[in-house]
């Protein structure tokens, strides 16, 4: 499939993909920096998300809150995100105000201030997260996977970091970590919509163009050791009902097994296609009949997303009232055993592969969706799986 994506690159190390749909008059436009809390250390656990913070706190050309009135008053949206392996910036905006976002981004780039009161204020707001987030007892569970299934690899922590660094982080820690990952070289834009190619290159030259290349940034070549044997986390916290997770190291985004596990989640859970996070629980799938149907749980589904390096494959499910935890494991099980002892029929197969394409399909409606998965993509693998995902999924073998 040929997407119509063009890449250039810049002298100071900038990527650029931009794809031209003139069906609305409407553009997206996305940075994406190779950076998130696999960048981190102990005792800076959580910088890559508190930077992404900082970077609404003003620049030198804009100030506290600037970003989102400037984007909202020229009838635009736009956000940010942290994960593990990335932190992406996005504005989406009428086509003929995309110098807006050009401008922010460029600017922010190199210009955040890191104000020592406003960095103060955001220590309270992302305790306050974390805190927040401490009222889920899954998420104490999966903190606890995480840190029990990686303990050389720096997916070891979650990405809002340990409550104790982000104590302790001081503002020099955090502007240092920016100057660091924040640079031209170490980006991807990304531009999907309603524009001349051309005319759009000659705009991010003139501005993004004239950033300086960072310093070179070493490649992360910290490997997991081979896991001797298998690993149990028990985390008892208040909660409407019990929770299992079973996890299993699985492969990166790149490793030709990726497909493979796809279309194993999809068989077990429901297809989640290219939104590449926790499946729907299909209701024919093997895990929704084995466990939903017999009323063991309220509801089962499969996480596997792409990854930079090899993460998980997590199966999950809460407790119907009444049911073990035990009992539940070995309904899941049997289901993972079965996958070897009861082949993959026609019919599950091209059942995973219809929904994976019809979800497929339904995700190119929206510039903001081309810009996420090209640059999510890009920073863990290579882009050009956005062409090629259909035809590498239909290309696996059931045996």
Known sequence: MDSGVRETH?????????????????????????????????GLTGAAHWVEHMMFKGTQKLGKGDVFKLVTRNGGNNN???????????????SDRLDIA??????????????????ASERTVIISEREGHENDPGFWLSEEIQATAFKVHPYHHETIGWKADLERMTRDDLYNFYKRYYAPNNATVVAVGDFD???????????????????DIPALTIAEPEQAGERRVTVRRPGAAPYFVAAYKSPCASDPDFYPTMMLAGVLAGASGLAMGRTSPGRSSRLY??????????????????????YLFQVSATARPGVSLEKIER?????????????????????????????YVYAEDGVGNHGYRLGMLDVVAAWRMYETFLENLENVSKA
């Open 80 to 94: 940010a995100f942290t994960w593990l392996d990335f932190t992406a910036y996005f504005e989406t905006l009428p």
């Open 10 to 42: 810049f002298e100071n190390g900038l990527k650029i993909l931009t794809r031209e749909l003139h069906t609305a008059p409407v553009a997206t436009f996305w940075v994406w920096y190779r950076v998130g809390s696999r960048n981190e250390v102990l």
């Open 102 to 119: 050009i401008q922010i981004e460029a600017d922010r780039m190199v210009n955040a201030r890191f104000d020592p009161d406003e960095v």
């Open 331 to 359: 309904a899941v099980l049997a289901q993972l055993e079965l996958v070897s002892a009861k082949p993959i029929t026609d019919q599950e197969f091209e059942k995973v592969l219809k929904q994976t394409r019809a979800q």
């Open 197 to 215: 190619t051309a005319e759009l290159l000659d705009k991010l030259h003139a501005t993004f163009g004239q950033i300086p290349r960072g310093a």
């Open 289 to 310: 009949r084995a466990l939903v149907e017999k009323a063991l749980t309220a509801d089962v589904g499969c996480f596997y997303r792409p990854m930079l390096d090899p």
